[in-house]
């Protein structure tokens, strides 16, 4: 079951909106830092944080779960003041904020569409992960054959590239395809885009992963 966690040091807020989710059948997890929030398995669904708090703001939380690749979408909590702030949240990728005293079904309403989003997004992570244990199972000259495939190179041109027979391009393509668990070659490079993708997003947040050998 996804899970709703809300992070905030007034331990008042965190039983308001604690009780209000619960009683409409969500899983609720409270932490009242984000420090706390950070230091926990990542679980499914999604987060309501106050953007104003000791220690880590909510808008350095957010920074915090990118730089792990957290796919769960961040719902912030603003006093009004702090509109200017929760739209630059927004901007670097916060998923709603919503104004004290919120509106219960305006709270509501965010958790179910963040929810959502989450779930998808869970299971794209998921996807692409699986993606990655395939990759890795390809040896290096069949990683070689895969991006110039990908690229759009023709079995003549990637013999010619990598200085191999056209034969032994054949078998390496039937071996990169049956690895990578893809029947056609639109199905590789859509796993070749999807690869891509990640790459990019690990580099952004500096962390490092098993398509780092990914051609540019």
């Known amino acids: 079951m996804n899970t709703v966690t809300l992070i905030d040091d007034d331990p008042g807020v965190l039983e308001a ?3 209000l989710l619960t009683t409409k059948g969500f899983s609720v997890a409270c932490h009242t830092s984000a420090d706390a929030f950070l230091a926990t398995h990542p679980v499914p669904g999604c987060v309501i944080s106050d953007l104003r708090m000791p ?3 909510g808008l350095e939380l957010l920074t915090a779960m990118q730089s792990t690749l957290d796919p769960r979408p961040v719902i912030l909590l603003t ?9 630059r949240a927004l901007k670097n990728g ?3 904020f919503i104004e004290k005293p919120f509106d219960e079904q305006r709270l509501l309403g ?3 569409a963040a929810l959502e989003i989450g779930e998808r997004a869970a299971s794209k992570l998921s996807e692409l992960s699986e993606l990655q244990r395939r990759y890795g199972s390809l040896t290096e000259r069949q990683k070689e054959v895969m991006w110039l495939i990908v690229e759009g190179c023709s079995n003549k041109e990637v013999a010619a590239r990598l200085g191999i ?10 071996w990169v ?5 893809t029947k056609t070659f639109a199905d590789l490079v859509r796993a070749g885009m999807s690869l891509k993708e990640l790459l990019e997003k690990e580099r ?9 050998a990914v051609s540019s």
């Open 110 to 112: 965010a958790v179910e």
């Open 177 to 181: 395809l049956e690895k990578m668990q």
């Open 94 to 96: 916060a998923f709603d």
């Open 55 to 57: 220690g880590l703001n």
């Open 79 to 87: 006093a009004h003041g702090d509109v200017d702030l929760a739209v």
């Open 165 to 174: 027979s056209i034969r032994t391009v054949e078998t390496y393509r039937a």
């Open 204 to 212: 952004e947040s500096g962390r490092t992963g098993p398509v780092d």
């Open 17 to 19: 909106v604690s009780m």
